[in-house]
């Protein structure tokens, strides 16, 4: 069976900064700002069964995945019933871009959604179960729980859509180049 955990990266020293490859860092970083930018105001939608619910529909999500990462996969990893509903939970698999080697790296998450019954039935009683219940919860839960995995890699996939505080990722600059490196490394042995 083949190996899928991701590559393990250390923090950099300060001189390995220096010494390291800081435009690969720099694509990192870059790659880092333009996934943590919000989603196109158009992208989103109002959720139509929650008032102040908004989201953005999976096929914007995939359609993101595909162009900002090229490949990707889904490894269902639990499907159960909690309650009256159906939980899924998986495993989002994409590309490191910023490396020259093929390198997945991945995101779990988890969705759920109800097994419908007939009107009036409360939500245990499952003979007035609908016939075609699971068979709408099931995929509606998986849809659910890719898009938790995606949210994870950047606000341009919802992340923080419905949170009330928002955390800005403008500090996020260009590293600078290796000369301005050691320029700052001088002021500060100077002083």
Same mark, same amino acid.
């Given at each position: ?35 943590? $930018? ?32 090229? $490949? ?18 998986? $495993? ?100």
């Amino acid at each position: 069976m083949e190996n899928r955990t991701p590559a393990v990266r250390h923090l950099p020293k300060y001189e390995d900064l220096i010494k390291g490859d800081i435009e690969l860092k720099q694509t990192q970083n870059d790659l880092n700002i333009l996934l943590n $930018r919000p989603p196109a105001p158009e992208w989103v939608k109002q959720h139509p069964m929650f008032k102040k619910v908004r989201y953005i529909p999976i096929e914007r999500i995939e359609s993101l995945l595909t162009v900002l990462f090229i $490949r990707w996969h889904v490894e269902i990893r639990q499907v159960q019933t909690i309650a009256n509903s159906v939980v899924v939970t998986v $495993r989002l698999y994409y590309l490191d871009i910023t490396s020259d080697k093929e390198i997945e790296l991945w995101q779990d998450g988890v969705g759920a959604a109800p097994i419908q019954t007939d009107s009036g039935a409360g939500a245990m009683e499952w003979d007035k179960t609908k016939n075609d219940a699971v068979m709408k919860a099931v995929p509606a839960a998986e849809s659910y729980a890719v898009k938790d995995a995606a949210e994870k890699i950047g606000k341009i996939f919802g992340k923080d859509l419905n949170s009330a505080d928002q955390i800005m990722y403008d500090t996020l600059t260009p590293i600078p180049k290796k000369d301005k490196l050691e320029d700052l490394d001088n002021e500060t042995n100077n002083d």
